[in-house]
């Protein structure tokens, strides 16, 4: 069984920096891609930000020049940067990952850590 475990959430000013980790740990056969996404108070879910195993990058409008995404593959361990936070993205974040186990995929997400932002 493969658990994702994150960390780094906190409230910040306006303006201001978090850095997110999410280490997967656990009997890991084979990660793909690792991403981000996170849920406002009565919104849906929404996609952040994605980086494959190769290290190829995907990122929401919203956070484009804002938030980088990056993954240690030795550590099975992905992380967002976020700069310029804006009350908008108060959210809960999750960290999510694509796990294959004898060619099974496992879609597997993170218990969530809060993020807020204020003005």
């Known amino acids: 069984q493969v658990q994702l475990v994150e960390s780094g959430g906190g409230l910040v000013q306006a303006g201001g920096s978090l850095r997110l980790s999410c280490a997967a740990s656990?009997?890991?056969?084979?990660?793909?891609?690792m991403g981000w996404y996170r849920q406002a108070p009565g919104k849906q879910r929404e996609l952040v930000a994605t980086i494959t195993s190769g290290g190829s990058t995907n990122y929401a409008d919203s956070v484009k020049g804002r938030f980088t995404i990056s993954r240690d593959n030795a550590k099975n361990t992905v992380y967002l940067q976020m700069n310029s936070l804006k009350p908008e993205d108060t959210a809960v974040y999750y960290c999510?990952?694509?796990?294959?186990?004898?060619?099974?995929?496992?879609?597997?997400w993170g218990q969530g850590t809060q993020v807020t932002v204020s003005s």
């Open positions: 656990g009997s890991i056969f084979s990660i793909n891609a």
């Open positions: 999510n990952a694509d796990h294959r186990r004898y060619g099974i995929k496992y879609n597997l």
